[in-house]
Every structure is written in C-alpha cells, then in structure tokens.
C-alpha cells in the first residue's frame, strides 16, 4: 500500500482517497505548479532588492506575516532532510547489507558532518557527485537490464531491501 494519492504497488487505487493514477498525477503536477509560481514570482525581487527571498517578505507582510513562510520553509527542509536520509538508508541498507537503523545512522552522520564543515564543502560534495552519481547510475542500470528477465511478473517479496529477509505473513 501506497501512502500517497497515487495507486498501490498492486495497481489499483489507493482506498480511500478517490484519486485514480491520472488524476494523482495531475493533482501532483498542478500543485508543483501552483507553488513554483508563487515562489518564482517572488524570487524576481531578489535581484533587484540584494537580499532572499524571507529577508524581502517583510516589507510586504510584517515581522510577524513573514514568520510564517520562515516556517514554513523550516518544515520544508525538515522533511527534506527526512526523505533524504531514509531513501539513503534504504540505499546503504541494500549495499551493506545492514540493518535501517545503522544505515540511517551512517547516513544521517555522513550528512550532519558534511553541513558541519560548511556550506563551501556542500558545494564541493555536490559537484563532486554530480560527476560520480550519474556515471553509477549507468552501471547500476547496465548491470540490473542485463541480469534481468524483463518479460517476468513482479514478485514484491523479491524486491528491494526486504528481498534479503523472509516475506511477512
């Protein structure tokens, strides 16, 4: 089962939210719209102003009305950060062959110490696996198509981190 709008792994549509996987999809492209305008019509008083995006929004709004996106903003990263490191887990947890709560810890580290040294290294991480990550994916992806049978069924208790495991009753 899904927890999004979307369908189940199953194909069918998650119970309860009435959306089938077209109008899912639609609800998530409109939203992703919706919001990226709002933030890019902002985003052009930046230049002319000299300052981000939460600084100018006390002009309009108020010490107090600025708060909000401030918060907002802070959430955003929040789960950000959330989402990044359990899909990170899963990754370290399917590489190594360890348990999530390790790989989460290794991951989780590995991202606090890179934000600890500064924001300078983030830019040299992230540069620096720019190169790398797309060069993995084309292994990654190589190796995966050609010790695949692309006309089998899928099989959900051969797939993913959990194939390692026995399937739940």
């Known amino acids: 089962m899904s927890g999004s709008a979307g369908p189940a792994p199953s194909g069918r549509p998650v119970r309860g939210?009435?959306?089938?996987w077209t109008q899912a999809l639609l609800a998530i492209v409109l939203g992703s719209a919706v919001g990226a305008a709002a933030i890019g019509a902002m985003s052009t008083f930046g230049p002319r102003s000299g300052v981000g995006l939460l600084v100018q929004?006390?002009?309009p709004l108020g010490r107090i009305g600025a708060a909000i996106p401030a918060v907002l903003v802070f959430f955003k990263a929040c789960a950000w950060f959330a989402v990044n490191s359990v899909?990170?887990?899963f990754a370290v947890q399917t590489l190594l062959g360890t348990g999530f709560g390790p790989a989460l810890a290794i991951i989780t580290i590995s991202q606090v110490a890179i934000a600890l040294v500064g924001y300078g290294f983030?830019?040299?991480v992230q540069k620096t696996m720019a190169v790398i990550l797309p060069l993995l994916f084309i292994v990654v992806s190589v190796c995966?198509?050609?010790?695949?049978?692309?006309g089998s069924a899928f099989d959900p208790g051969k797939a993913g981190a959990s194939a390692s495991r026995e399937p739940s009753p």
């Open 144 to 150: 995966t198509l050609t010790k695949s049978d692309l």
């Open 57 to 59: 929004t006390k002009g």
């Open 122 to 124: 983030i830019h040299l």
């Open 87 to 89: 899909l990170g887990a």
């Open 17 to 20: 939210r009435g959306l089938g």
